[in-house]
């Protein structure tokens, strides 16, 4: 009897067993489950999609307003004079409907700080920018400066945390056939990705434009689909590197797109950045950048009584950081030196034949060419020449030449007779001024207390405005 119950418990253990064992195995394995997926996803995870996490974040959805204005007299300064009427009426025609349109383009962070690289023909004439990242972050942006020959636009968002951003490449080592990747919003379809390979190298395109017949030289075309709505957004290759600003498709062709290399964007940067001519900050120094850029940039010259002259920096004198800032090239020293105002203090690392020290230099405000400074002590007005870049950003893209007012001194002449920054000078006496040097021919015969008419356009959110004025010399 109790051999029978030995038996029934050993078959009752034997049947049991394998199932205990199968139970245990599933415990002991069941911790490691999420890695096992891991592992199989991290087959699925190619090089695109790792250069597409890199980088989506730095990519922005731009959506813009633009303002349709309807043309008019404006009665700023009272009737106008009989000798501008014709020439007004030939650019304040028929009365427009005011409509506003909303276009959607593409643009990429280059700078923690939230500088953003697009088209200049996806923010051109726009009354608002507004900025969205692949975060769901909502930024209004402003524009800091254009070209609309090389088709670049810089735009600012501020964020109080730094914003992730692009590394930038090199067009010099583009090979045909490598792997490229568009970022954007084709069609309003937000943080869209294609992929396709660099076709070719240093095409040439022309389009037309209000400026005439324009023509896109170095372009990279790709055969990665670029849709409206990816002008303006980055072409990257499999290290997640920016290697173009997406520029344009061929219209009634497939598989055709191109892009602005990025060392011609690099280039067009540095432009754009100019500090000197954006804020009027002086520093005092040409820069020049090196084949390795681990030395930062050299300097190649240095102006007389410059706050760089009187810090005793010299040329061939390397600027390695400002600040803590290190600097490895152009763009960098310029970006650096924008965010800062006249009065500020700057600590330079200097590398002077092997030997480092450290410069302390005090910005100062930009002197003014002779004509400039003539225009401000007769009548108060700080002026430069009217560009096509700075007609458009003007929203006065009808306006071929003039001479911008940029400020006007307080107390002045012009400030009496309500001068404001942003209009445009076009005639002074019987003349018609399409540049500051033409002003300046006008300046030296203006004597103390004579008056001259002068007439201007300006844009507004109201609309296009003309007007004319009498101002008395000082």
């Keep these: 009897m109790m051999k029978e119950i030995r038996y029934f418990q050993m078959k009752k253990i034997l049947i049991f067993l394998p199932l205990c064992i199968c139970f245990v195995y599933i415990l002991l394995t069941y911790d490691k489950a999420p890695a096992l997926e891991s592992s199989f996803n991290s087959n699925r995870k190619t090089p695109v999609v790792m250069a597409v996490e890199k980088i989506g974040p730095a990519v922005a959805n731009i959506r813009t307003e633009r303002l349709i204005a309807q043309r008019h007299v404006d009665p700023y300064f009272g009737s106008r004079s009989e000798f501008f009427e014709q020439y007004f009426n030939e650019f304040f025609g028929q009365s427009q409907k005011q409509t506003i349109e909303r276009p959607l383009g593409s643009g990429v962070i280059i700078d923690e700080d939230g500088y953003i690289v697009t088209n200049e023909h996806v923010v051109s004439r726009a009354s608002k920018i507004k900025v969205r990242l692949s975060n769901g972050q909502d930024f209004e942006a402003t524009m ?50 294609t992929t396709g390979v660099l076709s070719a190298k240093n095409r040439t395109i022309t389009f037309n434009s209000e400026y005439g017949e324009i023509n896109y030289n170095g372009l990279i075309q790709t055969d990665a689909l670029i849709n409206p709505g990816n002008s303006g957004g980055p072409l990257i290759n499999i290290d997640g590197e920016l290697i173009g600003i997406n520029a344009a498709i061929v219209n009634q062709a497939q598989g055709i797109g191109f892009a602005i290399p990025v060392d011609k964007v690099r280039e067009t940067l540095v432009k754009l950045f100019n500090f000197r001519e954006l804020n009027k900050i002086w520093f005092g120094v040409q820069v020049e950048e090196q084949a390795d850029t681990s030395k930062g940039i050299v300097v190649s010259s ?4 410059s706050p760089a ?20 090239n ?58 096509p870049q700075l007609a458009k950003q003007l929203n006065l893209w009808w306006v071929k030449s003039g001479v911008l007012i940029t400020d006007v001194q307080k107390n002045s002449p012009a400030a009496s007779i309500g001068i404001e920054a ?15 040097e033409e002003l300046g021919a006008l300046l030296k015969v203006m004597k103390k207390g004579d008056i001259w008419e002068i007439g201007m356009v300006w844009s507004d959110k109201f609309g296009e405005h003309q007007g004319y004025a009498r101002i008395k010399v000082r």
Excluded: C, W
């Excluded at 490449?169 to 379809?189: H, R, Y």
């Excluded at 005793?312 to 600027?319: L, M």
């Design 144 to 193: 800091i400066s254009s070209d609309p020959i090389s088709d670049i636009a810089v735009l600012k968002i501020n964020s109080p945390t730094p914003l992730p951003y692009v590394k930038m490449g090199t067009s010099k080592d583009l090979m045909i056939g490598e792997t490229v990747i568009a970022l954007g919003n084709p069609f309003g379809l937000e943080n869209s990705v």
């Design 302 to 305: 240095v102006e007389p009584k």
């Design 330 to 387: 152009i763009l960098d020293f310029e970006k650096y030196i924008l965010k800062k105002n006249v009065g500020d203090k700057l600590y330079i690392n200097i590398n002077r034949g092997g030997r480092e020290f450290t410069v302390d230099i005090t910005l100062e405000k930009a002197p003014l060419p002779p004509i400039e400074k003539h225009a401000l002590e007769k009548l108060g007005l700080y002026v430069q020449d009217l560009t």
């Design 309 to 328: 002259y009187k810090a005793n920096i010299k040329t061939g004198d390397y600027i390695t950081k400002i600040d803590s800032k290190e600097i490895l």
């Design 422 to 436: 942003g209009q445009v000078l076009i005639y002074v006496g019987q003349y018609r001024i399409n540049d500051v």
